[in-house]
Every structure is written in C-alpha cells, then in structure tokens.
C-alpha cells in the first residue's frame, strides 16, 4: 500500500490565478498519477507523470494548462493555470505501487474558483 | 480509450435493503476494480477480479465478473447506512493506467 498526502486539501482561488497541488507519497513509485472528479462525477485522467520523463496528457488535457512536475520518486506537482469557474473540482493525486495492479489515492484537492 | 457504463447513476433505498449495481465496459477489462469513495475523501479500494466468471465476498459485499470480461456487479445486502457513497469501477489496462466508470451514488436511508 502506499499513503499519500495533498496539499491543499481545500482552497478558493480567484478567477485568472493558477494554483499549484503537491503531491506526496511515503514510498518510491514510478508512476504518478493525477485526475479530476467534477462535482457529483467520476474521475478523469489528466494524466500520467514519471520521474525524469514529460507527463503523459490525456485527450482533453494539455500542458500549458494543467503542468505537471515530478521531481523524484516521492513527489509531483500539479498546476491548474488561468484558472476559471469550469476549473472547480476535487484533483486526485494517485500513485501505483510495485508488484500489483491497484492505485491509491490522495483525499484530494478541492478547488472552487469564483 | 475504454467506455465504463455503471447503472445506476443513483440509487436510494431504506436500511437493510438489498442492491445491485452494475459495470459494463465496450471492451475487455484488464483487471476490474471496484473502489468507493466518501464525501470529502479519495476513493478506496473495495477488491479486484482478474478471472472470468469470478465471484469475491467481501462481508456483505458480493462481486461478480462477467465470464467474458467485459461486465461485473456489486451486490450489497442489508445496506447500512455506512454504504453509503459512491461506488466507481476501474480498468487498469497494460499502461498501468486506470479507467473510472461512471459511477453509482448510492444513499441509504436509515
């Protein structure tokens, strides 16, 4: 298994602003891993960060918007740039630990925009 | 990329009824997932089925995976108010990267 920790679990950020998650993990990982769960939705990959590679962006997704750093095998960054109300979400840091097929997640970053 | 429809969107029902959900995918599940997630906190993994026609219990929890792989459901009996959340299926595919379905929101009323 492995424990996660975001900051900021909650923030209100004013439109046009970018704010930027971290990400930690008590453990090395490969792979990180970041998504977006709309208000009363699923989730959605933005997507995947490796150490020492760009991060890997979903259809939808690109970098100028939602950058994406990975510094080592414990953390990663994640920045919602010029941000606008559409952007308001929970931002879900999860990583997959070696040797099985399950992820773990954070508790998430809720982001409001007004 | 894989389509994960779950069924119901939402489900309310009484303290002590029984359930089902459902999850079914336009392709072949890699490994299945079912995770739930609570308000305020990251989604949490129930348990995994790998193999066709494969049925875990998990306390009051059943699951089954479809023989062909490509559908699964969550039975609840006796639903407790701690059921209560939402209920996400996922597909880890050969990338390592994990899939959500639509999601039920299931609230059980005491």
């Known amino acids: 298994s492995a424990v996660i920790s975001q900051k900021p679990s909650r923030d209100i950020c004013q439109r046009g602003t970018s704010l930027t998650i971290q990400c930690q993990v008590d453990?090395?990982?490969?792979?990180m891993f970041w998504y977006r769960q709309q208000p009363g939705q699923s989730l959605t990959l933005i997507a995947t960060?490796?150490?020492?590679?760009?991060?890997?962006?979903e259809s939808g997704f690109v970098i100028d918007k939602f950058p994406i750093s990975r510094p080592n095998l414990t953390f990663s960054t994640l920045t919602v740039s010029n941000m606008s109300p559409e952007d308001s979400s929970i931002y879900l840091c999860?990583?997959?630990?070696?040797?099985?097929?399950?992820?773990?997640f954070g508790e998430g970053s809720w982001l409001t925009v007004v | 990329t894989q389509l994960l429809e779950q069924s119901p969107q939402f489900l309310s029902i009484q303290e002590g009824e029984n359930l089902t959900v459902y999850c079914n995918s336009s392709?072949?599940?890699?490994?299945l997932q079912w995770y739930r997630q609570e308000p305020g906190e990251g989604p949490v993994l129930l348990v995994t089925?790998?193999?066709?026609?494969e049925v875990k219990k998990l306390k009051r929890l059943t699951f089954q995976f479809g023989d062909a792989r490509k559908d699964s459901s969550l039975h609840i009996t006796a639903a407790q108010t701690g059921d209560t959340g939402l209920y996400l299926c996922?597909?880890?595919?050969?990338?390592?990267?994990?899939?959500f379905g639509t999601g039920t929101s299931l609230t059980v009323i005491p």
């Open positions: 392709s072949v599940f890699s490994s």
């Open positions: 089925v790998v193999t066709g026609g």
């Open positions: 453990s090395q990982v490969t792979m």
């Open positions: 996922a597909d880890g595919d050969t990338g390592n990267q994990f899939y």
């Open positions: 960060a490796n150490q020492g590679s760009e991060a890997t962006y």
């Open positions: 999860s990583v997959d630990p070696p040797g099985g097929n399950t992820i773990y």
